[in-house]
């Protein structure tokens, strides 16, 4: 159970770092729109978009949501360290895929989309990690004498997902192209109805005993009709709009339902209050978008800042307390450090209204500067990033390695991002050359060393072969600077990188390094 637990402890704190990624590059799309830009190749206001929007989709919220069937199943009948083998190689797989998203993305290699904006060929990665995520499926409920229904539902879908994905975003045979365009009301019922076995789910974890639910004639009609609206489309023709229109509205059947499910429960106070938070966005969205769907409302709204507030409160407060309800029992900050949901609550809250209020400006109904609402958009935005500060503790109390390693943090990791994102401004500025091409390689490697550092600060046991392992990268990359300086091949970039690795390495090899090289003699 302790492994378990510490394996979602770990994991939930890795993928948040995504989250404030995301959040990060939101911000800066925001400060974009306010005319506030630079001529960098990567920090372009399309690229911003393209991370923010992917990360929000594929980011933290989908990966903590991935493990809701295991931690049920470690509730009823426990863990296997087999399959917890195989949940952290399916993690690690989606790690490496958000990494190849973000740079690509970063880059400019995007597919024009309004979303899924990555390219195709990245979704093999998603398909791999996939696999690992049925293995370990099949590992942990290898523990039921009795498989339950829901454990059946979920292997036909996990098993399906990975093969539908590679389908449905292919970009010549798939279905992404013609169906970002919306809103479509069969499509938003579609993506309701997800959310229901979700919020079943969730409840039956959370509960105290065994939750029975009622009302299931709720999600059953909808069900009914979606699913024979897919086949309509698929083998007849494209629905009318007042079909669409009544599909819309059949996602109302959930207010009734979602309220049952909830009053049923015996949830702890912590978690039940992050689902009610949860529900009542959902509810709160189902109903403002069946209001917007009304025709002489749609085309007034269609499309400007108060659709894209809506957007906001759907994933970020529907879907994202839908996660921190599912880890409230695993997370202790959750529960005993409240201000950061309410300040993050706060801010998105603040970040809805400003963009429903500029929704209303844009449509003609109100006269306020948009201008103004988009500063406000972009200072919620940041509150938002720093609501993320009231989970992460600081440590204050450094031994001089330590500092030493924090400050290779700054200088390499930091340093690093800082030159991904702006030497393609900042390099001109200087007098120095820039091709935009093998100098983001040795960025990354910036960037790696910086990690070493990293390590080497939060793992103490293996501090010093880690720091060791700085200084020899620091010679050899520094080695290699002096000669392309002295060859000509670089101009006064290359000795400064030189000069600065090979003091830094110096500090510790004069002020930290006490191995005998030699034994003494007897």
Partial sequence: MENFNLFIQR?????????????????????????????????????????????????????MLSYLPFLL?????????????????????????????INSLLFGENRGLAFYDFAYELNFILAIAGVFYIIALFKFIKQ?????????????????????????????????EST????????????????????????????????????NIFWIIPSVFYFSSVLYRIFLEPLTYNQEWFLQYLTLLYIPLLYRWYKDSNIEIFSKSALFISIFAFLFVDVEGNIIFIPQIRWLFHRNDLVVGHAHVAMGICIFFMVIAMFTPYIKKLNTNTNFIKFYLFAILGIFFVLSISGFTQAGIIQI?????????????????????????????????QKYNLFGVLADGMGGIVLILFASYLYPILGFSFNAKYEYIVFAFVCMTGLIHFLALIYKEHEEILSKLTVMIRVFISSIFFSLFISNSLGIEALLICAFDIFYALVYLLYFYKEPLCKKLP
């Fill in 180 to 215: 970002v365009l919306g809103p479509h009301g069969d499509n938003t019922l579609g993506m309701s109805l997800a959310l229901i076995p979700i919020y079943y789910l969730i409840i039956k974890l959370l509960n105290n005993g065994s939750f029975k639910a009622r009302w």
């Fill in 369 to 401: 500067s948009t201008n103004t609402l988009w500063i406000f958009r972009s200072i919620f935005g940041l509150l938002a990033l720093c609501s993320l500060l009231y989970l992460v503790s600081f440590k204050t109390d450094f031994s001089l390695l």
């Fill in 73 to 101: 199943i470690n509730k009823e009948v426990g863990f296997s360290h087999k399959g917890l083998h195989y949940l952290n190689l399916f993690t690690i797989f989606g790690y490496i895929f958000l990494i190849f998203m």
């Fill in 11 to 63: 994991h939930f704190k890795i993928s948040l770092v995504f989250f404030a990624i995301g959040l990060f590059f939101g911000l800066i799309y925001s400060i974009n729109l306010l005319g506030y830009s630079i001529d960098s190749k990567t920090l372009n206001p399309a690229n911003m978009r393209s991370i923010h929007i992917s990360l929000m989709l594929y980011g933290f919220i989908p990966l």
């Fill in 144 to 176: 039921y004498k009795v498989l339950p229904l829901w454990i059946k539902v979920c292997l036909r879908v996990v098993i399906i997902a990975p093969i539908a994905l590679l389908i449905l975003m292919n970009p010549i045979i798939g279905q992404v």
